[in-house]
């Protein structure tokens, strides 16, 4: 068993990792976003989990509202932005299948 603690404090931070899979949590300060037309994972699925805060994400040049309780797969190679709505913080989990970068 492995155990983490999320504090949502940082932008971006990886908080566990094995051969399989990634997680990291990510908050977005009010107004802002990250990614955008050109970002994508060529061989990792994303799986966002909204912990907290609203916000919209823009997949494939389509978009979609964010709420708590939103659980989001966004596939390989599809190209992606995330963002928090201007009054809140926009925190999510995000899972990596497999691991970013790999």
């Known amino acids: ?8 404090d940082r ?3 990886v ?3 094995t ?13 802002e976003s990250t990614g ?3 970002n994508y994972h060529p061989v990792a699925d994303q799986w966002l989990f909204v912990h907290a805060g609203r916000g919209w994400a823009v997949v494939d040049g389509e978009e979609y509202p964010l709420e708590p309780g939103d659980l989001v797969r966004i ?5 992606h932005e995330i963002g928090a709505d201007d009054d809140a913080a926009l925190e999510t989990l995000n899972l990596y299948v497999p691991p970013r970068g790999r």
């Open 36 to 38: 955008g037309p050109t």
């Open 19 to 31: 051969a399989d899979a990634q997680a990291a949590q990510m908050t977005l300060a009010p107004g």
């Open 75 to 79: 596939d390989a190679g599809e190209r």
């Open 1 to 8: 068993m492995h155990r983490e603690h999320l504090e949502f």
């Open 11 to 13: 932008f971006f931070q």
């Open 15 to 17: 908080v566990a990792e």
